[in-house]
């Protein structure tokens, strides 16, 4: 059963800690997106990624927040240093690309910066 | 102006009637729609894709779409209270420096009441 698995599924760290989130995309996907949603903002696309290259990390706070793909098996996402208004679910989702894109999202990392 | 626009409700309908969930975008490239289920807790789930204007069924779930008033929607007939989550609205971009990025709305909250 393919799927897209993310670790860790919760984290509570203090502010100023630094977080790293990772995920694996299912197998072949070229695709990789990294999601933060809260209650008041909704699903925010932070950062997506097509074989590997970043394409759009516009929605990311790039003094504190990283996105990478050290391979095709593997997607990061850093936090440093976290703060609190960083608490939120964050999903990794992967597809296939192109028109017909139908992206699968994994559990979520559910983080709380106190 | 938002990309990707819904109403958040929440919309509450009996057992048995009809809901609809509607959504507007701002990018007239775009080329693919999606509808996707979040239950409370859980990570969002596709239930409908569309690509071509018209109407789209599958079971008890109807989409349509309409590209000229950039206009999506997703009709649930004889709602049942498991349908009771939030809906997602998802529109991918297919031009440009944005090919492929999947931006979502802020949901919509559907409560199906016995």
């Not at chain 1, 996105?67 to 608490?87: N, Y």
């Not at chain 2, 209270?81 to 529109?91: F, G, I, K, R």
Request: glycine share 10%; net charge negative.
């Amino acid at each position: 059963d393919a799927r897209v698995t993310q670790t860790p599924r919760d984290k509570v760290t203090e502010m100023g800690q630094e977080v790293t989130m990772r995920c694996q995309p299912i197998l072949g996907h070229n695709t990789v997106f990294w999601y933060r949603q809260t209650m008041m903002q909704g699903l925010e696309l932070l950062a997506y990624f097509r074989n590997r290259a970043p394409l759009d990390d516009s929605g990311m706070p790039k003094d504190r927040f990283s996105a990478e793909m050290p391979d095709a098996t593997l997607a990061t996402l850093k936090i440093q240093p976290s703060e609190p208004r960083d608490s939120a679910v964050y999903f990794c989702a992967s597809g296939f690309g192109g028109l017909g894109n139908t992206i699968y999202f994994g559990e979520g990392s559910w983080l709380t910066v106190v | 102006q938002k990309e990707v626009e819904q109403n958040s409700g929440p919309l509450s309908v009996p057992e048995g009637a009809i809901a609809s969930l509607n959504c507007t975008y701002s990018d007239r490239g775009s080329q693919s729609f999606f509808w996707y289920r979040q239950y409370s807790g859980k990570s969002p789930e596709l239930i409908m894709s569309i690509y071509s204007n018209g109407d789209k069924e599958d079971g008890r779930f109807t989409a349509q779409l309409n590209k000229a008033s950039q206009y999506v929607s997703l009709l649930i007939r004889d709602s049942q209270p498991s349908d009771s989550a939030t809906y997602l609205c998802a529109v991918l971009n297919a031009g440009g420096t944005s090919y492929g990025k999947l931006t979502f709305g802020q949901g919509t909250i559907l409560t199906v009441h016995p």
